[in-house]
């Protein structure tokens, strides 16, 4: 059984930053990939960004490539999101997820087995 804990979320003004945390306890599977996901209200999950406890290779939707960043500390089962010149429309409930998705599948929120209970992030223009 794998739980995992958001923390890092608040209120910052356009352009700020923020770092999420995600402590993973028990065991992640090698083959498994970590992500990132949001959810604004009124709209769908939607994946922003991945990285495959393998590989260390990372995936990102366009409207964050180049802003946010995905880490992981493999010794504190810790997985981070770092996030850069924030806009408004990043405003969301921000989720971390752990599961068997692959490259062509990362954005998938069906292909995570294990979920955070969220950490809002609300961005101010």
């Known amino acids: 059984q794998v739980q995992l804990v958001e923390s890092g979320g608040g209120s910052v003004q356009a352009g700020g930053s923020l770092r999420l945390s995600c402590a993973a306890s028990g065991y992640i599977i090698r083959g498994y990939c970590m992500a990132w996901f949001r959810q604004a209200p009124g709209k769908e999950r939607e994946g922003v960004a991945a990285?495959?406890?393998?590989?260390?290779?990372?995936d990102y939707t366009d409207s964050v490539e180049g802003r946010f960043t995905i880490s992981r500390d493999n010794a504190k089962n810790t997985l981070y999101l770092q996030m850069n010149s924030l806009k408004p429309e990043d405003t969301a409930m921000y989720y971390c997820?752990?599961?068997?998705?692959?490259?062509?599948?990362?954005?998938?929120?069906?292909?995570?087995?294990?979920w955070g209970q969220g950490t809002q992030v609300t961005v101010s223009s």
């Open positions: 990285i495959y406890i393998g590989s260390g290779n990372t």
């Open positions: 997820a752990t599961g068997p998705a692959y490259a062509g599948s990362w954005y998938d929120q069906f292909k995570y087995r294990y």
